[in-house]
């Protein structure tokens, strides 16, 4: 069974720009969740989506905002990018809300 | 904030077992202890999770005490490939009502396996 998938894996950008990041879940998963890893913070939750509804939400600026399609695949967009948002960002699916979660490779974000 | 407290680093040296504790004094009823470990720069692996009885799967065993107030992950045979941080989490699995989907890392266990 083919893991989460994550693209691009990595992106450099500069500030004030905006940035679509993009997951695929595991066949069959439907909850989607989205953190933010960076050295300072640590690993810290986005947002879920299950059933292309948005059902929980990290202490994140509105400038993080994310989707989910019908098929489960998932997209963050992270608008006018400050320096401090260069971060791993960091896709899981499950297959559902309480069931174990399961990690993609990241996308590594650099703001410039 | 995390709801465990884990050493900041252990080592162990390849071909031993590796020992991780966590303690979650204020662990609830309905909360299972979950396991991760993450290799530099990549996503997290799931490990191992449960509940009050002890686990074993093919990578690792986990065992938690009575009181299930601390577990210890336990890598049987620790080879190079398992140098990584090692996450302990508790959460909520079954739908509680609130709502709580989120994995709430701390800063976890650096495992060094020494050749």
């Known amino acids: 069974k083919a893991g989460v998938t994550q693209t691009p894996r990595y992106l450099i950008k500069t500030r004030g720009q905006q940035v679509t990041l993009s997951c695929s879940p595991i066949?069959?998963?439907?909850?989607v969740s989205w953190y933010q890893q960076t050295p300072g913070q640590g690993l810290q939750f986005l947002f879920e989506?299950?059933?292309?509804?948005?059902?929980n939400k990290g202490n994140f600026p509105g400038r993080f905002s994310g989707r989910q399609f019908s098929n489960s695949r998932s997209e963050m967009n992270v608008s006018t990018l400050e320096l401090g948002d260069s971060a791993l960002y960091l896709c899981?699916?499950?297959?559902?809300?309480?069931?174990?979660?399961?990690f993609g490779p990241g996308t590594r974000l650099t703001v410039l | 904030d995390a709801k465990t407290t884990q050493p900041p680093s252990m080592d162990c040296a390849e071909g031993r077992a590796a020992n991780l504790p966590c303690n979650h004094s204020?662990?609830?009823?309905?909360?299972?202890v979950y396991w991760y470990r993450q290799i530099h720069s990549q996503g997290p692996q799931y490990i191992i999770h449960?509940?009050?009885n002890n686990e074993t799967n093919e990578m690792a065993s986990l065992i938690i005490t009575e009181d299930r107030k601390s577990s210890t992950l336990i890598l049987p045979h620790a080879t190079l490939r398992d140098t990584a941080v090692y996450y302990c989490?508790?959460?909520?699995?079954?739908?509680?009502?609130?709502?709580?989907?989120?994995?709430?890392f701390g800063k976890g266990t650096l495992l060094t396996v020494n050749p």
């Open positions: 899981a699916s499950s297959r559902g809300a309480h069931n174990e979660q399961f």
């Open positions: 066949s069959g998963h439907r909850s």
């Open positions: 989506y299950f059933s292309e509804t948005q059902r």
């Open positions: 204020t662990i609830s009823g309905n909360e299972y």
């Open positions: 449960g509940l009050k």
């Open positions: 989490i508790v959460w909520i699995r079954e739908n509680s009502g609130g709502s709580n989907y989120k994995l709430t």
